[in-house]
């Protein structure tokens, strides 16, 4: 055995698994091992088709919905290590690698059947200098992928405003403090009349979703259905 192949598998033995270090199996995809992208859990069943999250049907939704049903692809905590709570944060630090394969596997995700009824497709938006900084937008290219699951236009409906610091950032209280004017419709953009499916990378306590339905059915939109690809139960 030459002295070159004996140290490619010494390499490999120690390569590990940036999710849970542990070793690299075959399924493995952009540094992370299968069973850490096992992690992409769908939501449990039951939930509420507003919110997507488990209360009493009698009760209402905790937080308030402006959208006529809700859901989302996967548990944000789901997973060891909670996948999307490891995912979404590296890929808006530049993580590519894990962001080309999460739209890949959103792309041949299962949709909700009502996704299919909406006209056209949008998303909820990123401050304009956060965007530009990061080069793109998690939640515009998830709702791009959408969009040409369903075969639906994507229409770019929305802006936020740029003074707005980031809601991850924020604490649960600031976060539902979110006023309506720091989400507004863009100039010459017309919805009189259309369903739109409203997309967004994660769903925590809604705020940003709720402004943004609020915008586009203050714009004539007909109906607002909410798709994301995390939801925090």
Excluded: N
């Amino acid at each position: 055995m030459s002295l070159s192949h004996l140290l490619r598998g010494s390499c490999q033995g120690l390569t590990r698994c940036r999710g849970c270090l542990g070793p690299l199996d075959a399924p493995a995809e952009a540094g992370l091992c299968g069973q850490c992208w096992e992690g992409l859990l769908p939501l449990p069943e039951g939930r509420c088709p507003l919110c997507a999250r488990l209360h009493d049907e009698a009760s209402p939704c905790p937080d308030p919905v402006a959208w006529a049903l809700g859901d989302a692809l996967w548990d944000y905590h789901g997973g060891r290590p909670p996948l999307g709570a490891l995912l979404v944060p590296a890929i808006k630090e530049g993580e590519r690698g894990w962001q080309q394969v999460l739209l890949r596997r959103a792309a041949a995700a299962e949709l909700p059947d009502w996704a299919a009824e909406m006209d056209a497709v949008t998303a909820a938006p990123s401050a304009l200098p956060r965007r530009l900084f990061r080069g793109f937008d998690l939640g515009e290219e998830a709702a791009q992928v959408f969009a040409r699951r369903l075969q639906r236009p994507f229409v770019a409906t929305l802006r936020k405003a740029w003074w707005r610091p980031r809601q991850a950032t924020r604490t649960e209280t600031e976060r539902r403090r979110l006023p309506r004017k720091a989400i507004t419709l863009r100039p010459s953009v017309h919805i009189q009349g259309r369903r739109l499916l409203l997309v967004d990378d994660v769903w925590t306590t809604g705020t940003t979703l709720l402004r943004c339905a609020q915008a586009l059915l203050a714009a004539g939109a007909a109906e607002v259905r909410v798709l994301t690809l995390f939801r925090a139960l």
